[in-house]
């Protein structure tokens, strides 16, 4: 009982510290804007450092797993990422089209495609097989494109 209200009390005082916890859909739209664009910098990140190592452009070879997989953990935080709704809002510069919310099932496919591209080219990483990971880095590659063709002004 003591705990319980200890705890109570505890949570009370942390509350304030930590900031109160916004709910989906009313966060500042420029923090809204700067968190994807953190998201897609990790995504743009590890696909580069990847890239890079698949082409031989630099060594690191044992860290080629550890860019799939890292990659593959943002994928799956990068829909949330883009659930609320910016359009016209907002004084970040941004290269995100309006039409992400006016056809969110189309956005939300793509983003699922690349979800998939990049939990398997993890799988492949995974494996060290370069007979696996080669075939699977194109859909990936393809899944980036598939959307920023489509979602993005640039
Ligand atoms: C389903 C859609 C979608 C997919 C898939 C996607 N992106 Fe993006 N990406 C976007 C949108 C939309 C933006 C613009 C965000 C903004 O400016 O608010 C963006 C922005 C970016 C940026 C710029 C971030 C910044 O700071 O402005 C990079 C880099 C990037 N994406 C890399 C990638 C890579 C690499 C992949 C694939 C491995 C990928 N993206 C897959 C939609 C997508």
Redo the contacts with the bound molecule.
């Keep these: 009982m003591k705990f319980a209200i200890r705890t109570a009390l505890l949570a009370g005082l942390m509350m304030p510290m930590m900031g109160a916890a916004v709910s989906a859909d009313d966060a500042d739209p420029n923090d809204v ?1 700067k968190y ?2 953190g998201i ?2 990790v ?2 990140g590890h ?1 580069g450092a990847f890239f890079a190592i698949l082409q031989g452009k630099v060594p690191h070879q044992d860290a080629l797993a550890y860019h799939a997989q890292a ?1 593959a953990d943002a994928a799956t935080h ?1 829909l949330a990422a ?1 659930e609320q709704n910016t359009a016209g809002q907002g004084s970040e510069e ?4 309006d039409e ?1 919310w006016s056809e969110w099932e189309d ?1 939300a496919k ?2 699922k ?2 979800e998939t591209a ?1 939990a398997a080219l993890a799988e492949a990483a995974a494996s060290g097989d370069m007979a696996q990971i080669g075939p699977a880095a194109g859909p ?2 393809g ?2 494109k ?3 063709d489509d ?2 002004t640039k």
């Design positions: 804007i994807r664009q897609m910098e995504v743009g696909t990659l990068a883009f941004h290269t995100a089209k992400i956005f793509k983003m495609d690349f990049s990936l590659g899944s980036c598939a959307c920023h979602f993005r």
